[in-house]
């Protein structure tokens, strides 16, 4: 199986290739040159399988060529032994919605369960024998701590977590900034999310900086993130046992909801994919009126998904603009000259196939948090909230699995002041509340970035 760019369908890389890489030359994202079709015959099939056995024959189809099927299973059991449930996600009635609770590894966001996989992946590739792999990564708060808890004080690996500076929740900032060992830096800079993103993408453009760290990518453009959530779309719609099952999916990067698109393309029946934005709610614009257009970042009580650059809607882009990649190219080139870009009737029609966008303000994450506690005994964290608000706005659909997408402790603070309680910190996570955190402030400046990771990697 050959991987090519959304911008240059000419390329032909294989699966380890854009594993290290993350990023395609030029900037654009990779996507697989087939994607397996399953008859229903093979969904029946699927469908008894266990949640690790489910992950091998799924990831298996896009990194066949590089790993034998036999490894992966084991590879996928190791990665997930840490878990606090054997079946990783916990599918829950809550109400007249279904939640999928993927918040049960070791730093309680859906993160985890691709992360770990990748961390065992760097190693089964071999990628780390004959050099150390710098592995460079912008975070809103969860994608840091999962690629700590994943690559801490593994051999050849150096990890830069880049993270805005008192932009995420304190739990979130104390995970990430005690657990890793001595190959972990964590970088606070003075910006947001999308600063943080854009130095790491064109760090990545640079060439000659890229191969003299031997620098490598984890963000949530890496296709090896997307197929490892693939999985449990299929599992929890097998779990479900009905037709037409629709997600409704809190969103910022696009990279989760996404997979779901790709679960859909391999046959899985999904009706609507239900994008849950915050008050940052550029993708819920573009599927509703077609304008593209980032806004400056509003800081939220979802700081996870505060977020204008939504980089994996470029891999929808590339279905909706007919597998075309000179029009992809001329999309972002309008979106990097005149700030934004307009999608014709037609494409917003094909994006409404599949998709609904709705927008969830502060104020009614708040309410459905407290209304599902109130109703049901139940706590949601704010994340997770929107999906419960987008699922409630859509009265037309049935059978809603909304993502739980973190533990509801992981924003204390939040959840403190709407239900008024502290929630206990769960005991399978790994974190040192009194352990001093460690951390360096530098400046939204790529020089700067540059500077700090040549002085450690020296
Ligand atoms: C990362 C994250 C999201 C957004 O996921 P994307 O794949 O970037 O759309 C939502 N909620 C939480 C808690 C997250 O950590």
């Not at 891999?315 to 029009?327: A, G, H, P, V, W």
Request: aromatic share 10%; glycine share 6%; with cysteine.
């Amino acid at each position: 199986m050959n991987y090519f760019s959304t911008r240059d369908k000419s390329l032909k890389l294989n699966f380890k290739d854009i594993f290290l890489r993350g990023l395609a030359p030029g900037g654009g994202l990779f996507l697989p040159d087939e994607i397996k079709k399953y008859k229903s015959e093979d969904l029946k099939s699927l469908s008894k399988l266990n949640y690790t056995d489910l992950a091998t024959e799924i990831i298996h189809n896009f990194c066949k060529d590089e790993i034998d099927r036999s490894d992966l299973n084991l590879l996928i059991k190791k990665s997930y032994e840490n878990f606090k449930d054997s079946e990783v996600v916990r599918l829950k009635e809550i109400g007249s919605v279904n939640l999928l609770e993927l918040y049960h590894g070791p730093t309680l966001a859906f993160k985890d369960i691709a992360m770990q996989i990748i961390g065992n992946m760097y190693d089964k590739l071999k990628v780390t024998q004959a050099k150390t792999v710098n592995i460079v990564v912008a975070t809103s708060g969860d994608t840091g701590s999962a690629a700590i808890a994943a690559l801490s004080d593994r051999k050849n690996i150096n990890l830069f977590v880049l993270h805005p500076h008192n932009k995420i929740s304190k739990i979130q900032r104390k995970i990430m900034t005690t657990i890793g060992g001595n190959n972990i830096y964590n970088i606070a800079i003075k910006g947001s999310f999308d600063d943080c993103q854009k130095i790491v993408k064109e760090l990545f453009n640079e060439d000659d900086f890229r191969s003299k760290i031997n620098m490598s990518g984890v963000n949530s453009i890496n296709w090896a993130r997307i197929i490892c959530q693939i999985v449990y779309y299929f599992y929890s719609y097998f779990k479900l046992q009905k037709n037409n099952v629709n997600f409704s999916v809190p969103t910022g990067n696009f990279g989760d909801i996404y997979a779901g698109y790709v679960a859909k393309k391999m046959g899985l029946p999904i009706n609507k994919l239900i994008v849950a934005t915050n008050e940052n709610d550029i993708l819920q614009r573009v599927i509703n009126t077609g304008e593209y257009k980032p806004d400056v970042v509003k800081p939220s009580i979802t700081p996870s998904m505060d977020i204008q650059v939504a980089s994996n809607f470029e891999r929808l882009l590339f279905y909706i603009m007919d597998e075309n990649d000179n029009s992809v190219i001329s999309l972002m080139n309008d979106l990097s000259s005149k700030g934004s870009f307009n999608l014709k009737k037609d494409k917003v029609a094909k994006i409404k196939k599949d998709f609904e966008g709705v927008k969830i303000t502060d104020k009614e994450t708040h309410n459905i948090i407290y209304k599902v506690y109130k109703d049901h005994k139940f706590i949601i964290d704010p994340h997770t909230a929107t999906g419960f608000g987008a699922a409630n706005k859509l009265k037309n659909l049935n059978n809603i699995i909304v993502i739980g997408t973190a533990h509801p402790f992981k924003f204390n603070d939040t959840i403190k002041k709407v239900i008024g309680k502290n929630l206990e910190t769960p005991s399978h996570l790994k974190i040192f509340m009194d352990k001093e955190e460690k951390f360096d402030i530098i400046n939204n400046s790529k020089s700067e970035v540059k500077d700090y990771i040549l002085n450690k990697t020296q």
